[in-house]
């Protein structure tokens, strides 16, 4: 990998090529070495092939941002038939919604910014560098803060903003709790759950209804002291000589910074943003496979350690500019791809997308993946998550366990909740049975209140669709209820004549114009989507209709 090797490949498409053929000869699974100076050696040429291969996404997510932010400027979104720009890059960008909103924050807040924007483009600075620049570079300490991001490791730099609570990846360190869990007492958390999100959001995580019954539950049954500090007040990690380990870090080389891609003229009108960030996407979707496979390799070799540094998350956030949870969950990905080779040629062939995959791969085994992969070809990414998700607490329910991703505060949070309840009755319980007591007050605090007033159509109609807005490739709560067949034009008031969908389909999309929904025939609903000028739809789905009564 020699600078003329490098200077050989002007675009990223070149580029890329490039680094693929050095790529494909790294075997897997790893052969067997014992010779310590052959594997540093090996390290190091992985070490250098990783760290270019990473400039590539780096600057396409610059590109992706600023496309992403044009497009929402114009309504791109709602005009082809999605609520906003999370779903519409999941569905036909095959990038998982939180990624792009990500990238287009980033993008919004550079634009006030024009000399870091103007590095992160050139490649000069990393997304991450700019993300820990963003809070003091303006105005007049601009300049001097892209100078000193242009050279300072990510970690420096946020010791020096004093913004370490700013982490974006601080919500990213989720934390699995797993209790085993009673029908009678999995029938009172379910019911809790379902409460609180009627009071946070029908579409809100898992995670964010915990919260709400830990909170209520705390409000009345205080912790004890001592378990208060242990959990909130966390011993802090002794930190490095930041200036020792860059000289060390230095010393590997930094590679050519890879300018991002060119954008579309601010005049571009909504079609051709499209197809640039359609395209962009499949130059995303190319280079993830290629560095997908060395970070793979990498990281079951340990290379992080080879090249110095102290911890893999170093290794990503210093070397490569990227966060560990995204490359660490790249090569978890890829191991699963080489364990069931179906579903990596279902995604070569384009029978799904990237993110299809993603969800596949964390659920199936080699006994369902064709299943999955067929009804991943029907289904939007939205539809084939709530069903492997709700394939996943069905097999919970049967093993009588209870399961929850959880961010740090959170956890936190339920560790209080568990040493509360075990204080109120006096007596050692298991954390499910602690949780379930909690749920238990939360029921009965929230449920009269909740479910006060009489039932209406609405209330009725909204229950029925479990709060979801039922447009097909939407993610949003259903807070509105739409009748199919207006009013106007004879439609009745029947449970059957009405549908649940979010505020921005239901109003910017339905009453635009831009989305239609008709009854196919008995049981089924046509939904056609990004209806434009001349009244024809980007995309129809036929989709069967929600039961009469659930």
């Not at 400039?55 to 992403?68: D, I, R, S, T």
């Not at 004093?162 to 709790?177: H, M």
């Not at 705390?218 to 966390?234: G, I, M, N, R, Y």
């Amino acid at each position: 990998m020699t600078k003329a090797f490098l200077d050989s490949a002007g675009s990223l498409e070149a580029r890329l090529e490039a680094l693929a053929s050095v790529a494909a000869l790294v075997e897997w699974p790893l052969p067997r070495e014992r010779d310590p100076r052959a594997c540093a050696d090996f390290a190091g040429v992985l070490d250098k092939l990783f760290a270019m291969l990473a400039q590539g996404p780096g600057a396409l997510h610059v590109a992706l941002g600023e496309g992403l932010h044009a497009f929402a400027a114009r309504e791109g979104a709602l005009k082809a038939g999605h609520s906003g720009n999370g779903d519409f890059a999941r569905e036909e960008l095959g990038i998982a919604a939180s990624t792009a909103q990500k990238m287009e924050r980033l993008a919004r807040e550079l634009e006030s910014r024009p000399l870091l924007r103007a590095a992160v483009r050139a490649g000069e600075v990393t997304p991450r560098q700019a993300e820990a620049v963003l809070p003091v570079a303006r105005g007049d300490a601009e300049a001097p803060w892209v100078e000193r991001a242009r050279g300072g490791t990510v970690r420096s730099l946020k010791k020096a903003v004093k913004d370490l609570a700013a982490d974006p990846d601080e919500e990213g360190k989720y934390t699995d709790f797993h209790a085993g869990m009673s029908p009678e007492l999995r029938a009172v958390v379910d019911e809790a759950e379902e409460l609180a999100g009627e009071a946070v959001g029908m579409r809100s995580p898992r995670s964010e209804r915990v919260k709400a019954i830990c909170s209520e539950y705390l409000s009345d049954h205080p912790a004890p002291d001592t378990v208060s500090e242990a959990v909130l007040c966390p011993a802090e990690e002794p930190e490095e000589p930041l200036e020792e380990l860059y000289e060390e870090w230095a010393s590997l080389g930094r590679p050519a910074p890879v300018a991002a891609p060119k954008g579309v003229p601010e005049d571009a009108d909504v079609r051709a943003l499209l197809e640039h960030l359609l395209g962009l996407a499949r130059m995303w979707d190319s280079w993830d496979g290629v560095f997908g496979h060395i970070a793979m390799v990498f990281r079951a070799m340990r290379g992080w350690e080879y090249a110095g540094f102290a911890s893999f998350a170093d290794y990503c956030e210093e070397r490569l500019g990227m966060g560990e949870r995204t490359v660490a969950q790249r090569a978890a990905l890829e191991r699963r791809l080489y364990d069931l080779p179906q579903l990596r040629e279902a995604m070569r062939d384009g029978r799904i997308s990237y993110e299809k995959t993603r969800l596949i791969a964390r659920h199936a085994d080699q006994r369902t993946v064709e299943e999955w992969i067929a009804r991943g070809e029907e289904l939007t990414c939205v539809e084939l998550r709530d069903a492997l998700h709700d394939r996943e607490e069905a097999q919970m329910c049967a093993r009588r366990q209870y399961r929850a991703c959880l961010p740090p505060s959170v956890a936190g949070l339920l560790l209080l909740t568990i040493a509360a309840v075990r204080k109120a009755e006096g007596r050692p319980l298991s954390p499910g049975e602690c949780y379930a007591k909690a749920c238990a007050h939360f029921i009965e605090v929230w449920k009269p209140i909740l479910r006060a007033g009489r039932e209406t159509l609405s209330k009725r109609v909204r229950k029925r669709d479990r709060g979801r807005c039922q447009v097909p490739v939407c993610s949003k709560a259903g807070d509105h209820s739409h009748h199919m067949q207006y009013r106007s034009a004879g439609g009745s008031d029947e449970l059957r004549n009405q549908i649940g969908l979010c505020a921005p389909h239901h109003l910017r999309g339905v009453h635009m114009g831009r989305v239609r929904i008709r009854h196919e025939s008995p049981g089924l609903i046509r939904w056609e989507l990004g209806v434009g000028q001349g009244g024809v739809p980007r995309r129809v789905l036929v989709r069967p209709a929600p039961p009469a009564r659930r």
